[in-house]
């Protein structure tokens, strides 16, 4: 599972892993400068230039690789093949099969499955497993000074142990490393198909609206035509005209809202103090809900100049009118700027939501409580804000009813 997982994962993004490669095989090198050094203190019989220059064409050979135009694929093979050589040429001056540190051979081996295609990665385990083999027939004595058998078989015993540690720490510290990578890949991926199937929910919504669109126009022509008559032939009653003529407010609010949506994206405005704006297009929203009580606080007018995208003020509208239906037609509605953001506090002073509705608030249709309502507007508004830079985050307000809190950057004109 391992195997065949982490080469799909880093297939196309290999730089990092094998930059991370580049820096672990420095660690190795200090490590062999201070095994060497050990050496020394120990009086083993070394032959020290060779095993110098073994390590030194490696140390050349990984600064090369971080200038040489090569892909990361083919560093990381390289780096791999140069590590069994260099080990290989180590292992021949220092004991050949009977040095401890020949366990070393599995760390390029496991890499080289992990990183690698499968034919690198197999003819990596031959060569390593050649190059063990030869160190049986080919290499220098065991670099001891004397003749003391319980002596050598300490040292060995130690190197043994050296080995093991250099091995659990290598592969832990790297493959925890990829492993957390790969975790963080998996939870980039999930919001990204998180976020395409509200995409794809926005468009069947956006072909559903044109079609609607279309098919409302004549109605409302229609009940505009009936709205004048009755005027017309209702003269003498006052409270009727009042209401014909709120009627006849709410269908051209209506005309008006068909027609943006058949023009499609309005063109942004200029930018205006932001309260400014607010109070404009609450006087707009509250137009068409004259039943509704805004308390607003905070940002009645003035403040830095801002020119929200268009699609800013429907998502604002979606969230008064459900705080306006849950909360028995008052909305309390607080502005203020806050670390460089616009912040809108929405409260409505009844009910509350569930657990499971406010894991669920943004990422899919709630369900609605009002009649004929389709629990969509939560849903629009969230994916809105985040194509705009904001955030929206629903939560149950401390004093009663629900808070919904609205966060749109300043900067660059949101």
């Known amino acids: 599972m391992m195997t065949s997982t982490f080469p799909a994962l880093f297939a196309a993004n290999l730089g990092p892993v094998a930059q991370a490669v580049r820096r672990l095989r420095w660690l190795m090198l200090l490590a062999a400068l201070l095994a060497l050094g050990l050496g020394a203190a120990l009086a083993l019989q070394l032959p020290w230039l060779l095993l110098l220059q073994a390590l030194a064409t490696l140390a050349l050979l990984n600064l090369a690789m971080w200038r040489w135009p090569l892909s990361p694929r083919r560093q990381l093979a390289l780096g791999l093949f140069s590590d069994v050589l260099v080990l290989s040429e180590v292992l021949a001056f220092s004991g050949g099969a009977a040095n401890p540190l020949a366990s070393l051979y599995l760390p390029p081996v496991l890499l080289a499955a992990l990183l690698l295609p499968p034919r690198q990665a197999w003819l990596l385990a031959l060569s390593s497993l050649g190059g063990y083999a030869l160190l049986f027939g080919w290499h220098l004595p065991w670099p001891l000074a004397g003749d003391d058998a319980a002596y050598a078989f300490r040292l060995h015993l130690v190197g043994m142990w050296l080995t093991f540690a250099m091995s659990v720490l290598l592969l832990t510290g790297f493959v925890s490393s990829l492993a957390r990578q790969l975790a963080q890949r998996e939870a980039a991926l999930a919001q990204a198909r998180e976020a395409q199937l509200r995409d794809e929910q926005l468009v069947a919504l956006g072909v559903q609206a044109a079609g609607t669109a279309h098919s409302l126009s004549t109605p409302l022509n229609t009940l505009t035509l009936l709205c004048d008559e009755l005027c017309a032939g209702t003269t003498d009653d006052a409270a009727l005209q009042s209401d014909l003529q709120l009627m006849r407010q709410q ?42 009580r805004l308390q607003r606080d905070g940002l009645l007018h003035g403040g830095p100049p801002m020119a929200p995208d268009p699609r800013f003020w429907p998502a604002l509208f979606n969230l008064l009118n459900n705080a306006a239906e849950a909360g028995g037609g008052e909305v309390e509605l607080d502005a203020a700027i806050v670390t460089g953001q616009l912040q809108l506090r929405i409260r409505n002073r009844r009910g509350r939501l569930s657990a499971e509705q406010l894991a669920r608030a943004g990422l899919a249709p709630l369900d609605s409580d009002k009649p004929a309502g389709l629990g969509l507007g939560v849903m629009l508004s969230h994916v809105t804000l985040s194509h705009l830079g904001g955030e929206l985050r629903l939560e149950n307000d401390a004093a009663g009813g629900v808070c919904a809190t609205l966060r749109l950057p300043l900067e660059g004109d949101a």
């Open 251 to 292: 269908l051209a609010l209506c005309r008006e809202a068909l027609v943006q949506l058949k023009a499609g994206a309005e063109s942004r405005p200029s930018p205006q103090p932001i309260g400014d704006a607010l109070a404009q297009q609450l006087q707009g929203w509250q137009a068409t809900r004259p039943g509704v």
